[in-house]
């Protein structure tokens, strides 16, 4: 597949690393030559780079263009996003894909009013990791939770402590054909491991798990997670459009505070966010006292969502440290993700990396309904359709052979989650996860591909 990227900022660069790993036929436009000369050095990253105007019409030309089958544009300015996306359209590119900073834009009803405009797809992160915070928050024991298919399967990933019931014994008897989980990933450190029989957990491990609804209490049980209290009340520190997306978004049984240091701001989130049960407090989200005295230690969630990483990173540590058990931090600095991680701050959302995964699905060929890449793992979960020529369906899970560092996590059938095993069969119609290390997802193309044209299946993948 041919792809352009118009971008070599936060999200651009890391698309374009993330899909230089996947032999595709990249070119990243940016104005800036020390931006692009990053991605460059030293031969790391298989991609081509550009240096015009992505509103340049010959710049757009020679970056081939008119012959791209994806075109995406992820510069900071979203009116340059819209109009280079609405000129490769016209150019020629197959499909376009524009980042917006305007919640307005994302609407449904909307959509037919982009396409006729030559954009086909709407990317707009601060809500996706407004969405992401809303479903960490659903549990003080989490680190990271996703519903797949409506809520049929769930993911959850979970920091392990002593503890745990778990740790210490080899998966081939810990799960077996009666237990209602998979265990799909694991994070040790700085390595990620797709786990295998004769893996163990440790203490210390994030465990993803994937199960269904109705056990998620017994997982709680097994992990050790019991005296964790739900949460109920939220504190947020900074007043950004993540924090208004996460604010309009929460149950109406959490009661939320936001310190925000910005007189101006403050007054506009009281006229944006219009509601007697959310509290809007001038100060610095940084002063432990001004914490203290806002009732810090009686709320069970605190995110820090400024636009400073380090600030959020050092709130979070400091909302720990005063008995808070569950922390989010907005992590935009990518390099600062694993230290965060090991800092033992909580749950930690990087928008670029939701954005990405966003992205991601459609260069998928094959009918694939979400992609979420798991932040502080190097690894990443998709959801597949089956299909009745798809050859996942002709043998059984422990007969397909697997690429190592693949796993099937679950799968949905007529709106019913399960768990799969080795003597699984893959149903047409079945909605199939996917954990795979980053990078990997494409190999899984060949097992679920319908035997239709390349160009069908791109443009497949974007209609559904």
């Known amino acids: 597949m041919k792809i352009v990227i118009c971008g070599a900022g936060a999200v651009g660069t890391h698309l374009a690393e993330l899909l230089s790993r996947e032999n595709q036929d990249i070119i990243l436009i940016d104005e800036n030559p020390e931006k692009t000369a990053r991605l460059t050095q030293g031969g790391q990253y298989d991609l081509m780079t550009l240096n015009v105007a992505p509103t340049c019409i010959s710049g757009l030309k020679e970056a081939g263009v008119p012959k791209a089958d994806l075109f995406i544009a992820v510069t900071p300015e979203e009116t340059r996003n819209i109009t280079c996306c609405m000129l490769a359209h016209a150019l020629g590119a197959k499909k376009t894909v524009a980042r917006v900073d305007n919640a307005e834009y994302t609407r449904n009803d909307y959509k037919d009013l982009f396409h006729k405009m030559g954009i086909d797809s709407i990317i707009y992160p601060e809500a996706l990791a407004a969405q992401e915070i809303l479903d960490g928050l659903k549990r003080s024991w989490v680190r990271q939770y996703w519903e797949v ?32 989980y998979h265990v799909v990933a694991v994070k040790r450190g700085d390595d990620t491991i797709i786990p295998g029989g004769n893996d163990m957990l440790l203490d210390g491990d994030i465990a993803y798990f994937m199960t269904t609804k109705k056990h998620i209490q017994f997982i709680r049980q097994i992990v050790g997670k019991e005296n964790y209290a739900d949460v109920k009340d939220v504190m947020i520190m900074g007043g950004g459009r993540t924090t208004v997306h996460v604010a309009e978004g929460m149950p109406d049984f959490y009661t939320l505070k936001i310190i925000e240091q910005n007189e101006e701001r403050c007054m506009q989130l009281n006229e944006i966010l219009d509601d007697s049960d959310i509290r809007i407090i001038q100060g610095d989200g940084r002063d432990t006292a001004l914490l203290m005295d806002e009732g810090l230690k ?55 990396m939701i954005a990405a995964g966003h992205i991601h699905q459609m260069m998928l060929k094959t009918d694939v ?69 980053s990078g990997l997802i494409k190999k899984m193309d060949r097992y679920f591909s319908k035997p239709t044209s390349a160009v069908n299946r791109i443009i497949s993948s974007f209609n559904n």
């Open 149 to 180: 298919q409506g809520g049929a399967l769930v993911m959850l990933g979970i920091k392990l402590r002593e503890t745990a019931h778990i740790i210490n014994i080899k998966l081939r008897d810990l799960c077996n054909q009666d237990t209602p």
């Open 298 to 352: 009686d709320v069970q969630a605190f995110a820090a969502l400024t636009p400073e990483t380090e600030t959020n990173i050092l709130a979070c540590l400091a909302a720990k440290r005063m008995g808070v058990r569950k922390t989010v931090a907005l992590v935009e600095n990518t390099d600062y993700v694993s230290m965060a991680e090991k800092l033992d701050i909580g749950t930690i959302i990087n928008k670029k």
């Open 369 to 437: 309904a979400n992609v979420k890449c798991l932040t502080i793992a190097n690894a990443d979960v998709a959801e597949f359709l089956a299909n009745e020529e798809s050859p996942i369906t002709k043998a059984e899970v422990k007969e397909l052979r697997l690429p190592a560092g693949i796993t099937l996590g679950g799968l949905v059938r007529n709106g019913v989650g399960q768990p799969i095993y080795g003597n699984t069969r893959i149903m047409p119609g079945d909605v199939v996860v996917i954990f795979c290390k």
